[in-house]
């Protein structure tokens, strides 16, 4: 049986990471995964996503916009194989790395399926692995309809990034993040798009007037939703993508052997992503609410500190965890909405500014969206900030500092963005609302 320090199932985003930091405090680690180092993240999330989402819009601005920037052309021809290509070459090229970056730091990568027997024991293939810690890593997979049976034509977003053309037309079932962002990407293409959703609104935990912002850009788009929907028919579609959340993978790698704390399909963890076993941790999907790439590069961090004997080690707060949604507009928020605040405080004041009203966004001619700042009016606190408009994503970052570095209004005041800038969008110097 081969002896190591911790054990790591899972090689996505909170599992390679955790094993790079440990390894770098000289802990001997093994990290088992049964598919690609990256996880979903990098293969069939974020990564592909994002890069069908630029040539997408690269696209649209080419077909739109190009005689008003004085660029004229006979004509446009896309050709998806190529992106197709060029997506397959650039996940490779990260899945190297991460390679590159683990064997650096003598962190033995296993490929299999681990099968979890005891706490500190693993099987994969032939071997037996002891660990006296176990990090479990393991993800989440898209959610399936039971009505609705995968197949040539009706997929989830892991089969539809492996479509080698565009279909004719577009069903999504659900409205959430994932089937918002592939309406916009497939509508950008001229692919027809019909979205059914169950609940009543869009976007139910973001900020109103972001949500009415997104509304109105799916009807210029052509997209058309169905909200409030009880059940859902597939028309002439040629093409259906369930997009109804990921399911963690609880049922996976014999975690039932450990007989853990689990609510509503997530491991229960304390603070430093403990379990309710001593020796044994969860991360990413598998814990939190929020199952996003830098949540498990934060849990990542906590549970290696920990591990390694650090003392004042600054747990997460879901308070501080950005969220960033690639639909055109883009959207990013963090901390409480307008109406979030309201609820808790009677002293809330706002600041709102207009991308109309930032140069940068009229030179570039997206002036859809706006930003707006929530504050406490007694105590300057910041509670929220939310982005809708040209490179949100991007941008929220400085609102991710406000937020760790618990600013004020007053202080975020005093800094100077340069000019011409998307970033003077945070220029709230002006009276509040």
Known sequence: MKKFDVLVIGGGPGGYRSAFHLARQGKSVALFEKDKLGGSCLHRGCIPTKMMQVAANHYVTLIQESKDWGIEFDAVRLNFHAIIQRLQRTVSILERGIQSLLQTANVEIIHGEAMIREPHWVQCGLEDYQGEKLILATGSRPRQIPSWELSETVVTSDELLLKPKLPKSLLIIGGGIIGLEFACLYAHWGVPVRISEIAADLLPSQDAEVRQILLNALQKMGVVLELGVSSVHR????????????????????????????????????????????????????????????????????????????????????????????????????????????????????????????????????????????????????????????????????????????????????????HPTLSEIFDYQEQEM
């Not at 929020?290 to 934060?298: D, N, S, V």
């Not at 706002?350 to 706006?370: E, V």
Request: proline content about 4%; charged content about 20%; hydrophobic content about 40%.
């Open 235 to 418: 028309q002439d579609e040629e093409l259906v993508l369930i997009a109804i959340g990921r399911k963690t993978n609880i049922d996976l790698a014999g975690l039932q052997n450990l007989h853990l704390q689990i609510n509503q399909e997530r491991v229960t963890t304390n603070e430093y992503l403990q379990t309710s076993h001593p020796d044994v941790f969860a991360i990413g999907d598998l814990t939190t609410r929020y199952p996003y790439a830098h949540t498990a590069y934060e849990h990542a961090r906590i549970v290696s500190q920990y591990l390694g004997g650090a003392s004042n080690i600054k747990p997460l707060n879901d308070q501080i965890i950005p969220h960033v949604i690639f639909t055109s507009p883009e959207i990013a928020s963090i901390g409480w909405t307008e109406f979030q605040a309201r609820q808790t405080s009677h002293s809330v004041k706002i600041i709102k500014k207009n991308w109309a009203a930032n140069s940068k966004a009229r030179i570039l001619g997206k002036i859809q969206g706006f930003s707006k700042v929530i504050y406490d009016g007694i105590s300057g606190k910041i509670l929220g900030c939310h982005l809708v408009g040209p490179s949100a994503t991007d941008l929220i970052g400085e609102a991710c500092v406000w937020m760790a570095k618990n600013l004020t209004i007053e202080e975020i005041q005093t800094v100077l963005h340069p």
